[in-house]
């Protein structure tokens, strides 16, 4: 059973940095990424894996967030340069990789999610 736990959230002053980490999902034929969401908002992607092992990012978080894995063990993101905007519920989530990336209706596995809040 697959079983997504997020770690990393927190509170930062703009400008600062998070590092978010997630258990990665050893199923080749699975890609995860990281979703957000903030109150009265939908779910929406952030920095996933497609496919060919490229990634793809938000154009609200390009240049600032970096999806990585490390060690073959954990999904990782990167978060740098932080707006109050970046606040929000951040979710780990996996999907099989034939499936659209920033869908979020393509993704099987969620966690429940860690709490980004940036203060201005």
């Known amino acids: 059973q697959v079983r997504l736990v997020e770690s990393g959230g927190g509170s930062v002053q703009a400008g600062g940095s998070l590092k978010l980490s997630c258990p990665l999902i050893?199923?080749?034929?699975?890609?995860m990424g990281w979703f957000r969401q903030s109150p009265g908002t939908e779910r929406e992607g952030v920095a996933v894996?497609?496919?060919?092992?490229?990634t793809t990012y938000a154009a609200s978080v390009k240049g600032r967030f970096t999806l990585s894995t490390v060690n073959q063990n954990t999904l990782s993101l990167q978060m740098n340069n932080l707006k109050p905007e970046d606040t929000a519920m951040y979710y780990c989530?996996?999907?099989?990789?034939?499936?659209?990336?920033?869908?979020?209706?393509?993704?099987?596995?969620w966690g429940q999610g860690t709490q980004v809040t940036v203060s201005s």
């Open positions: 050893r199923y080749s034929r699975y890609c």
């Open positions: 989530a996996a999907r099989l990789c034939v499936t659209p990336p920033l869908d979020r209706d393509s993704y099987t596995y």
């Open positions: 894996f497609d496919a060919d092992g490229s």
